[in-house]
């Protein structure tokens, strides 16, 4: 990458035709790239591109070294590249081909440890939680009266870290695939390894009924998870009350334990993203993704909408033709989804992608799948298919934040780590850790941003900036709170594609 030496601007990769604005710029700022002074025609917003060379209508703009689209109208060295003047080049559904190509994995397996909970299943969780989970909306409202008064009976809660509610408006009138991924994603939070213990709370009249629940969970701990289906009994407080305390005694003597890397499961995700995403913090995920992989890890990186036109990529990366042909599913699938629903496949970035500087669905993609990093793609999993393979793995999921970070938990990832360019507040049930892309958006929410990936544009060593960053995961991962932890910012989303009755 290339800074200029009048201005801030960076050319990404050598065979680029456009340059990335660093920060606000004026019409008449002259900037210089590979020695060729340029005089702005416009002003360029910063995360905005820059046209290097003049182009003819048509002419492929080249980002990240490949295509992220082509010209719309004749542009001049200087001009304003954005949507104004250029089209994705994405249309339909494609063929692929199996043509593996493997990157070496840079870093060495180091014999780091973190502080975390060991299960009696042999996972491990970075917290120790008492939950509730609903089987249906309806009972939201009687699981938090169960948690005031368990809280005002015990006082202190540790051993447990938090006490919540997973609520959810789902788990009944659901149809098909619906009432599936319903249950299948709130029967995963329920033996997720970040809970010390789970009270499973329903009604008795919705779809999502808790002995059919209880049925589908197969083998789990009965000591930890306790049922109560509210209409079966006189007073379901006072009841629920009652397994929360016998969850309660039966995880007292939990403590953390010194356990490898190697047990990490890491969620990649991002969202509000600019034009420093695939620049600064999007990058830093695929550094650490690779490093957790060196190290036995996991990682999984979802948001397949946000895979088109980077697919070939991921795909080349599979360790195997059935790896390579799931990866075909899991993207084909989705555009199909799309053209079931009668939608544009390429709707995409969003208005704030486009204020933030991204212009086309390649342009997003390439900035998005860099969170992979370059190791190999172990497996592909469909939504709410929990983690079988170590190493870096792909989840089917939509782009949405809340649905994508509630997918990668219901999975196994212990934690979330979330790029954003614009700023995000949300938390998922498992630490949903902001990392930014650009050091204004860190001074100004330090409220919501965790780690400040901006100052990679500030001349930050890179193996700095991820030595200090896999620190932090290291101490969150033992139990440092992230910022939606602390502000009380927990939710869960389902993928919904059906009939509501």
């Known amino acids: 990458m290339k800074g200029s030496t009048l201005e801030r601007i960076l050319k990404i990769n050598e065979q680029d035709n456009v340059a990335v604005a660093l920060k606000d710029l004026t019409a008449g700022t002259e900037v210089e790239v590979d020695g060729k002074k340029i005089t702005l025609s416009s002003d360029i917003p910063r995360g905005h591109k820059i046209a290097l060379v003049s182009m003819s209508e048509g002419t492929d703009v080249i980002k990240y070294g490949f ?15 954005h949507t104004e003047n250029t089209k994705t ?36 969780g970075i917290r120790n939680e008492l939950w509730i989970v609903p089987t249906v909306g309806c009972v939201n409202g009687i699981a938090e009266q169960i948690i005031k008064i368990f809280q005002s009976e015990v006082g202190d809660i540790a ?17 098909g695939d619906d009432h599936v991924n319903t249950r299948t994603i709130l029967g995963n939070a329920v ?34 998870i306790k049922f109560l289906t509210s209409q079966d009994v006189s007073d379901e407080i006072e009841e629920g009350v009652n397994y929360l305390h016998k969850i309660y005694q039966a995880a007292k003597d939990d403590v953390r334990e010194e356990v490898p890397l190697s047990e990490l499961k890491i969620g990649l995700k991002c969202g509000g993203s600019d034009g420093f995403s695939g620049i600064t913090a999007n990058p830093l995920l695929g550094r650490i993704s690779d490093y957790i992989a060196a190290q036995g890890g996991t990682t999984v ?19 195997n033709e059935e790896v390579f042909h799931k990866t075909v599913d899991l993207i084909n699938d989705f555009k199909q989804y799309f053209i079931t629903h009668d939608q544009p ?8 992608n486009k204020d933030g500087g991204i212009t086309t669905l390649e342009d997003k993609s390439l900035g998005c799948t860099q969170k992979a990093g370059t190791s190999v793609v172990m497996d592909v999993l469909k939504y709410g298919e929990p983690l079988k393979t170590k190493g870096l793995n792909l989840l089917s999921s939509p782009g949405n934040d809340l649905v994508a970070s509630t997918a990668l938990a219901a999975a196994g990832c212990q934690v979330v780590l979330f790029t954003t360019g614009r700023g995000t507040p949300f938390g998922s049930f498992v630490p949903t850790m902001k990392i930014s892309t650009n050091t204004p958006l860190y001074e100004k929410k330090k409220h919501w941003i965790d780690f400040n990936a901006g100052s990679l544009l500030e001349g ?20 440092e709170l992230v910022n939606n932890e602390k502000n009380d910012f927990r939710e869960i989303a389902m993928f919904k594609s059906g009939v509501t009755l």
């Open 89 to 124: 080049n994405l249309d339909g559904v494609q063929e692929y081909q199996y043509e593996p190509k493997f990157a070496e994995n840079p870093y060495p397996k180091e014999n780091l440890t973190f502080k975390g909970f060991k299960r009696a299943d042999g996972r491990v």
């Open 460 to 479: 930050a060593s890179p193996d700095q900036v991820l030595e200090d960053f896999r620190d932090y995961i290291i101490k969150v991962a033992s139990g």
């Open 345 to 352: 496949i390429y709707e995409n970035p969003s208005p704030g």
């Open 301 to 319: 990186l979802t948001e397949v909408p946000e895979m088109f036109g980077a697919e070939k990529l991921l795909m080349e990366r599979a360790v």
């Open 191 to 224: 033996k997720h390894p970040n809970s010390g213990g789970v009270l499973v709370l329903g009604l008795g009249c919705e779809n999502n009924n808790v002995d059919e629940f209880r049925e589908s969970l197969g083998d789990y701990d009965e000591d930890r």
């Open 67 to 81: 295509p992220i689209g082509h010209l719309k109208t004749a542009v001049k060295e200087g001009d304003w590249i």
């Open 159 to 175: 051993p447990f870290d938090n006490i919540q509610v997973l609520k959810h408006n789902y788990g009944c009138s659901q149809l």
